[in-house]
């Protein structure tokens, strides 16, 4: 596994590495922390100190090479700190300069990653900007995103399975490949004893009609159960079911959700209820109608959930 990691060295950033010891990422893998300076670095040319530049430049110059030397620094620190949250991982440190989050999408494309972590957006300037790159990645990149939120600490009566390392996750579906990719990635990670998943399916008018538009997906999950084209949503229960049968086979303890309302809230209000630690989801619903299902979701679902977001493609 890859990893590919967005970092500034804050305090928020610094809750994201630590989220990640509850990922159920493997024992093993690589890990990339990039820091990125938001300075354009001119080219270096071979003789270029000979040139007589104007003084303003140079200086220009310079502090964007004390920027990237600052990036490198704060990659490096971020690395020192994944290393204890992911002992058995190799990791590296790289500051450059560039635009955040095209920086962030870039390098993911070119390494490639398997796996982006960025911080989720804040109340403070900073968190703001890292919510507009956080957003712009989840839109932008070709590979699943985590968008890490921390959760705040839960009393002890409040804890779960009686195991304090336990996470609560809910996993969005909507019968499309992305969301049944969402279900993989969850059953294929190492999960805490006692950690619960909730399959999470939301009936609306969309989601409802489905079926009659003839989308393959919702199509070949009613023919499993003899459905009907006008059978309703009860496709939508067995779709759920089944994915969290898929689950319980991976060991996790699972429980299908069916709800019927507005999508975007009720995945938050779930979220908000169950004490959720992580929102897994597709990066896109059901074809032909995907911008009205999953796929419109996930930017808000990002934005405005409770918990960590992790988006799948």
């Given at each position: 596994?890859?990893?590919?990691?967005?970092?500034?060295?804050?305090?928020?950033?610094?809750?994201?590495?630590?989220?990640?010891?509850?990922?159920?990422?493997?024992?093993?893998?690589?890990?990339?922390?990039?820091?990125?300076?938001?300075?354009?670095?001119?080219?270096?040319?071979?003789?270029?100190?000979?040139?007589?530049?104007?003084?303003?430049?140079?200086?220009?110059?310079?502090?964007?090479?004390?920027?990237?030397?600052?990036?490198?620094?704060?990659?490096?620190?971020?690395?020192?700190?994944?290393?204890?949250?992911?002992?058995?991982?190799?990791?590296?440190?790289?500051?450059?300069?560039?635009?955040?989050?095209?920086?962030?999408?870039?390098?993911?494309?070119?390494?490639?990653?398997?796996?982006?972590?960025?911080?989720?957006?804040?109340?403070?300037?900073?968190?703001?900007?890292?919510?507009?790159?956080?957003?712009?990645?989840?839109?932008?990149?070709?590979?699943?995103?985590?968008?890490?939120?921390?959760?705040?600490?839960?009393?002890?009566?409040?804890?779960?399975?009686?195991?304090?390392?336990?996470?609560?996750i809910?996993?969005?579906?909507?019968?499309?490949?992305?969301?049944?990719?969402?279900?993989e990635?969850?059953?294929?990670?190492?999960?805490p004893?006692?950690?619960?998943?909730?399959?999470?399916?939301?009936?609306?008018?969309?989601?409802?009609?489905?079926l009659?538009?003839?989308?393959?997906?919702?199509?070949?999950?009613?023919?499993?159960?003899?459905?009907?084209?006008?059978?309703?949503d009860?496709?939508?229960?067995?779709?759920?079911?089944?994915?969290?049968?898929?689950?319980?086979?991976?060991?996790?303890?699972?429980?299908?959700?069916v709800?019927?309302?507005?999508?975007?809230?009720?995945?938050?209000?779930?979220?908000?209820?169950?004490?959720?630690?992580?929102?897994?989801?597709?990066?896109?619903?059901?074809?032909?109608?995907?911008?009205?299902?999953?796929?419109?979701?996930?930017?808000?679902?990002?934005?405005?959930?409770?918990?960590?977001?992790?988006?799948?493609?």
């Amino acid at each position: 596994m890859k990893l590919l990691i967005g970092y500034d060295g804050s305090q928020f950033a610094d809750e994201a590495l630590d989220d990640l010891a509850r990922a159920g990422l493997p024992p093993a893998g690589q890990a990339e922390v990039l820091a990125v300076a938001d300075v354009l670095l001119p080219p270096a040319h071979e003789g270029a100190a000979a040139v007589d530049l104007p003084a303003g430049l140079v200086k220009a110059i310079a502090t964007a090479h004390e920027a990237v030397e600052e990036a490198q620094a704060i990659a490096e620190r971020g690395a020192d700190r994944l290393r204890d949250v992911l002992p058995g991982w190799s990791v590296a440190a790289h500051g450059i300069a560039d635009s955040p989050a095209w920086a962030i999408i870039k390098r993911a494309d070119e390494w490639p990653a398997d796996l982006i972590l960025v911080g989720a957006q804040g109340h403070g300037f900073w968190q703001r900007m890292m919510g507009s790159i956080s957003s712009m990645v989840v839109a932008e990149a070709h590979c699943s995103v985590r968008v890490a939120r921390r959760v705040e600490a839960r009393s002890a009566g409040e804890a779960r399975s009686g195991d304090s390392e336990a996470v609560n996750i809910i996993v969005a579906v909507d019968g499309s490949d992305h969301a049944a990719r969402a279900v993989e990635t969850v059953a294929g990670r190492d999960w805490p004893q006692g950690s619960t998943a909730h399959v999470v399916a939301i009936v609306d008018a969309k989601l409802d009609g489905a079926l009659a538009a003839g989308v393959d997906a919702a199509r070949r999950w009613a023919e499993e159960i003899g459905l009907e084209l006008d059978g309703g949503d009860a496709w939508v229960r067995h779709m759920a079911d089944r994915s969290a049968e898929k689950l319980r086979q991976h060991g996790l303890e699972a429980h299908a959700v069916v709800r019927e309302g507005n999508p975007k809230q009720l995945l938050i209000d779930e979220a908000e209820q169950r004490d959720a630690d992580v929102i897994f989801m597709g990066a896109r619903g059901l074809s032909r109608v995907e911008r009205v299902l999953l796929g419109g979701m996930s930017r808000v679902v990002v934005a405005r959930a409770p918990c960590t977001v992790e988006i799948v493609r």
